[in-house]
């Protein structure tokens, strides 16, 4: 019995249609110092960018309901050394090492107490198969004050995840390809989404505009 021949993923050119001229349309905006130390001004630098890009996004029939904004930045190490105290565990021995020898990333949770506690204490078991240690969940300071009544009503509960490995620390690529297994792990066997999950860069993000990015995450 003959095979039909597989049909092309894009189209041919027709009339006016070219599929040369098909690409994603998402804004990115790039803000750096050539100092390398890291400094809150970047990320209000970074902030204003993304507000500057609102004509590079789309809103609902609602205008306070976005379709997706996010900014990626540096692991702000200071930052969670003044915050330590808020979440690391009570346990002999636990502290905030290194900088760079631990990952952190923001987790998209259940907002029903008793589905979140599961979640997390599933994702804590599989870090522990894949040899990483959690430091503590730390619960992030949110606003829902701008969002819509359709936004506010689908907003997840955010919290980060911080872990180290288990054994010798490590960082750079190899700290990220331990927390990447976790965070696939995590999402495929838990359904909890993570932004990111890397002992270098911090992601946050969520289904906003770019004006409501910072009103809804005040820590920015």
């Known amino acids: ?31 750096a110092t050539l100092t390398g130390v890291p400094s809150h001004d970047i990320v209000h630098k970074g902030l204003e960018a993304l507000r500057n890009l609102d004509h590079r996004g789309a809103t609902g029939s609602d205008p306070l309901t ?32 290194e900088a760079g020898t631990y990952a952190v990333g923001n987790a998209f949770l259940p907002t029903d107490e008793h589905a979140r506690g599961e979640v997390k204490a599933a994702i804590e078991r599989i870090a522990a198969e894949e040899e990483l240690t959690v430091l503590g969940w730390r619960r992030v300071r949110t606003d829902d004050a701008s969002l819509s009544d359709l936004t506010r009503s689908n907003m997840p509960w955010f919290e980060q995840l911080i872990v180290t490995a288990a054994g010798e620390p490590v ?38 505009t770019t004006e409501q990015l910072e009103l809804v995450f005040p820590e920015l």
């Open 1 to 31: 019995m003959p095979v039909a021949p597989a049909q092309p993923r894009s189209r041919a050119g027709e009339g006016l249609y070219d599929p040369a001229f098909e690409h994603d349309a998402c804004g990115v905006a790039f803000v």
């Open 171 to 208: 960082r750079g690529i190899e700290l990220d390809r331990l927390a990447y297994c976790l965070r696939r792990r995590a999402q495929h066997e838990t359904g909890v989404y993570f932004a990111s999950l890397s002992g270098r860069t911090l992601v946050w993000k969520g289904m906003l």
């Open 66 to 97: 976005g379709d997706g904004a996010g900014i990626l930045m540096q692991v702000p190490d200071a930052f969670l050394r003044a915050e330590a105290d808020s979440f690391l565990r009570a346990e002999p021995g636990v502290e905030l090492p």
